[in-house]
């Protein structure tokens, strides 16, 4: 499945990554994993989840600072395993490099996230109208 949108940035890239999911059991840890759900307006939306309280499970994107959306632990879809980059290099969403990569994203103050991400939009939105 294509990444279509900025709501993961920057682990996952708009257009430029793919993903390879697994469904999910009711009893799997989901915790801090990147899932795939269907919102009440029928969207699907791969968001990290960022807390579990009883069944209701709360997910955010990596690139939303505020925005949170929550559904039913029975919801989630799947867990994404694995980002096929653009290159073809397959990445493992469990291997070191990469819980590093989210750990230093994830830790980041919320403003210097908030401006990372501005200066992030903006030089992919310039980049898609000059190709």
């Given amino acids: 499945m294509v990444v279509t949108g900025y709501s993961m940035l920057p682990l996952l890239g708009y257009g430029r990554d793919c993903i390879i999911l697994h469904r999910t059991t009711s009893d799997e840890d989901i915790m801090g994993r ?4 269907r919102s009440p307006s029928k969207h699907i939306i791969v968001h990290r ?10 997910l955010q994107g990596d690139g939303n600072i505020y925005k949170q959306e929550e559904c039913l632990r029975g919801e989630i879809i799947a867990v994404v395993d694995c ?3 653009q290159n073809g ?5 469990t ?3 990469w819980r590093r990569r989210e750990r ?7 403003i210097v996230r908030r401006y990372a991400l501005a200066v992030m939009r903006r030089w992919l ?3 898609r109208k000059f190709r």
């Fill in 34 to 37: 990147i899932a795939m759900f």
């Fill in 49 to 58: 989840v960022i807390a579990i309280n009883g069944n209701v499970v709360t």
């Fill in 83 to 85: 980002v096929q980059r």
């Fill in 89 to 93: 290099k397959i990445v493992s969403c």
């Fill in 95 to 97: 291997d070191s490099c």
């Fill in 104 to 110: 230093v994203w994830l830790e980041q103050p919320l």
């Fill in 125 to 127: 939105n310039f980049k």
